[in-house]
């Protein structure tokens, strides 16, 4: 089936293991698509929508004990379990590969191998990687055909360049005790058993494309992310290139398709990507950005008209929804989304309040990012596209403010590193624990914090036209629990201070946390902000920020030695400004 001898002892070892009774080789058209379809409707894995209104729709109901990432269940597998750093659960190795080979034996009975060829990145760029996915969920195949480049283009890559990502996967039986999300960064391989949900199962995306590859990166210099990346067209027609880091269910999704205010004519979006970026110093000394994939597993709960209307008609058509609510006439629907009442929940069950929200939290869209209104072309550029500036994000009810621009590369590497953000339904465990989630990869990078930041520094020291750094938050609230910013297309005019800051055309207010807009520097026409709401969103309490640096200092040692001195020393300056603010 394919001329690469490595890739055909792989399926052949893993057939011998796992017992198939069929093998596929997935060519990625749209036939085999259709049939995949056809398959799993007649299963039950999947639930015919309204044809008549939502065409090639479809709904899929996991087991409701696997509904999103499992992080403690989740494991980089290195020689030396320093390199794995204490943001990583860590096995060794040869325990790793025994644990779940036993798992894997005789796991595929009774089902389909399907061999998924794909590629992470336009198929004729110099910056994709090619993977194998190996798996016995058709879910999983079918989703990996609107998620990436999958097929016979991308095998074809595989045969002439030799080298690919592999991952093997199997739903094993769904038993939270007997599933496992192992890495093995040397090898260049992914083992997953017992979940058939998004990032745990769909190979390409976290396991490949963020913890693989940041491990990659580091050794050949380019950085993996967890970022969005946007194209934002001024009114003059330039186009300034964004690349944003929020964790999980923190608004990437919805500002990589942002619809500008009504009082932003001539503003116009480009969207590229909407979860992960490769970045690549380029040889004009500028950074680079591809988008690896090519679709969206994007979250469904609070998607509307209001919030965001190229989601809504993107999802019109040819979608996998999972976990989401059922209208009586058989329309996906969640909370948010109107104020319908639905007929059956995401577990299929009649309606009742009673049982928690209708469309699980986590529950999330499969689609062609093409579908997106605002997609852009350049998604396809082999080049990627240049960088004006590196957002990142989080979800913070108090202290951090609207927006906040780095002085430097290296201060900005220091905001990066002491993010925080409350937690979310994208992983399982307690919603709303404010915890550190360092560029938003806490959970996705594949190797040591210490040596991620000291290769974040090195690749700054790289770029003679370096991006300018800034920190986000869209999430502050007020004592009553009110957002105090509307969010949604209105980031727009955070986006426009930023754009106009790297152009050098604005001034800020400086203070040593980062600087801040002054007065007016945010332009809120049209919209209905309060002064006394603006002033808390734009100013930052010294004393506050004391005691969030004392907390960073603690977590920056907790990293030990690895941690670049320059972060440390980064940290002190901030310290000592504020020390001399609260003093004076
Ligand atoms: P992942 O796919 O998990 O990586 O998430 P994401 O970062 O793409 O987040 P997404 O855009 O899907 O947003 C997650 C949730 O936050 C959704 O319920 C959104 O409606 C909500 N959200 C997004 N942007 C904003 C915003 O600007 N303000 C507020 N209040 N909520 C937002
Ligand atoms: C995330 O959790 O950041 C996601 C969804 O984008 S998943 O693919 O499940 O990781
Ligand atoms: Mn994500």
Redesign the pocket.
């Known amino acids: 089936m394919t001329s690469n001898q490595a890739l055909a002892d792989w399926v052949r070892d893993v057939a011998a293991l796992t017992q198939p009774d069929r093998i596929h080789w997935c060519d990625g058209s749209q036939a085999e698509y259709d049939a995949l379809i056809a398959d799993m409707l007649q299963t039950g894995t999947l639930i015919e929508l309204d044809q008549e209104t939502r065409p090639r729709c479809y709904l899929h109901r996991s087991d409701p004990s696997d509904v999103a990432r499992t992080e403690h269940l989740t494991f980089v597998c290195t020689p030396e379990r320093d390199d794995a750093g204490p943001n990583n659960q860590w096995m060794d190795p040869t325990e790793a590969h025994a644990k779940v080979d036993a798992l894997f034996a005789g796991a595929m009975r009774g089902r389909t191998l399907y061999v998924v060829p794909y590629c992470m990145g336009p198929l004729d760029s110099p910056l994709a990687r090619c993977g194998v996915e190996i798996t016995d969920s058709p879910y999983v195949a079918a989703s990996m055909r609107i998620m990436t480049r999958m097929g016979r283009p991308a095998l074809e890559r595989i045969e002439r360049e030799g080298s690919f990502v592999r991952g093997l996967h199997s739903l094993g039986d769904l038993d939270p005790e007997r599933r496992f999300i192992m890495h093995f960064p040397q090898e260049l391989l992914i083992k997953s058993i017992g979940s058939g949900y998004g990032g745990n199962a769909l190979l390409g995306k976290k396991c490949h494309a963020l913890r693989i590859a940041s491990y990659q990166a580091r050794q050949e210099g380019w950085l993996a992310e967890h970022m969005l990346i946007m194209g934002v067209e001024d009114p003059q027609g330039r186009l300034h290139y964004i690349a944003a880091a929020?964790p999980?269910?923190?608004?990437?999704?919805?500002?990589a398709m942002l619809i500008p205010p009504v009082e932003y004519r001539g503003w116009k979006i480009h969207t590229i990507g909407?979860?992960i970026a490769w970045l690549h110093v380029g040889d004009d000394g500028r950074l680079w950005a591809i988008n690896p994939e090519a679709g969206f597993?994007?979250?469904a709960?609070?998607?509307s008209r209001h919030?965001n209307a190229n989601a809504v008609d993107m999802l019109q058509h040819d979608t996998i929804f999972t976990n989401v609510a059922m209208t009586a006439d058989r329309r996906p629907w969640w909370e948010?989304l109107s104020d319908e009442t639905p007929a059956f929940d995401w577990q299929g069950r009649p309606y009742d309040p009673a049982n928690g929200p209708a469309a699980h939290p986590n529950s999330r869209f499969t689609v062609s990012a093409k579908q997106c209104p605002s997609w852009s072309p350049a998604a396809e550029l082999a080049s990627g596209v240049p960088i004006t500036a590196i957002i990142f994000g989080g979800r913070r009810a108090s202290l951090a403010p609207l927006v906040l621009e780095a002085k430097s590369w290296q201060h900005g590497v220091l905001m990066g590193a002491a993010m925080a953000s409350e937690t979310t339904a994208?992983a399982t465990g307690k919603v709303g624990v404010t915890r550190r989630d360092p560029m938003a990869m806490q959970p996705f990078c594949g190797y040591h914090f210490g040596d991620y930041w000291a290769h974040w520094l090195a690749t700054g020291a790289r770029l003679s036209k370096a991006p300018g750094i800034y920190q986000v938050n869209?999430?502050r609230r007020d004592a009553q629990g009110r957002?105090l910013w509307p969010?949604?297309g209105e980031?727009l005019r955070v986006l426009k201070w930023i754009i106009e800051r790297c152009q050098g055309a604005v001034d800020a207010a400086h203070t040593p946390v980062g600087n801040l807009p002054l007065r007016g520097g945010i332009d809120l026409t049209g919209l209905d902000v309060s002064h006394d709401d603006m002033r808390e969103l734009t100013h930052i309490d010294p004393q506050a920020w004391l005691t969030e640096m004392d907390e960073v200092a603690g977590f920056l040692h907790g990293f030990g030695p690895r941690v670049p001195q320059v972060l440390h020393d980064e940290r002190e300056r901030v310290s000592h400004g504020l020390r001399n603010i609260t003093a004076g």
């Open positions: 929020f999980s269910a923190c608004g990437k999704t919805n500002m909407d979860d597993f994007g979250v709960p609070g998607t919030t948010g994208a869209w999430f957002f969010g949604y980031n």
